[in-house]
Nanobody, 119 residues
Framework: QVQLVESGGGLVQAGGSLRLSCTAS????????MIWYRQAPGKQRELVAA??????NYADSVKGRFTISRDNAKNTVYLQMNSLKPEDTAVYYC??????????????WGQGTQVTVSS
């Protein structure tokens, strides 16, 4: 059974920082692209940042402010969020896009963690 457990959300003032963590159980972590998504009220879920074992990608809205990283030894992915803005307010979800060998990729999701940025 794969579980993703997120932590690190909270309330912060504009310009502040938060670090989100997502730890995966099971044996899928090293074979997964790890992705952070977010969903604000009334909006669609959007990709924030993604990391494979060699590359990172970011939404334009967070480039230069957010940094995604992973520690395969700890089965954990991080999202360091700096210079936060009120428009970053959302529920942040961790996703493991598992590239199963010779099989269809599978997606696993965390429960989400709330990030609220006050102006």
């Amino acid at each position: 059974q794969v579980q993703l457990v997120e932590s690190g959300g909270g309330l912060v003032q504009a310009g502040g920082s938060l670090r989100l963590s997502c730890t995966a159980s099971g044996s899928i972590f090293s074979g997964s692209v790890m992705i952070w998504y977010r969903q604000a009220p009334g909006k669609q879920r959007e990709l924030v940042a993604a990391i494979s074992n060699g590359n990172t990608n970011y939404a334009d809205s967070v480039k230069g402010r957010f940094t995604i990283s992973r520690d395969n030894a700890k089965n954990t992915v991080y999202l360091q969020m700096n210079s936060l803005k009120p428009e970053d307010t959302a529920v942040y979800y961790c996703n493991a896009h598992f590239l199963a060998p010779s099989a269809t990729p599978r997606d696993y999701w965390g429960q989400g963690t709330q990030v609220t940025v006050s102006s």
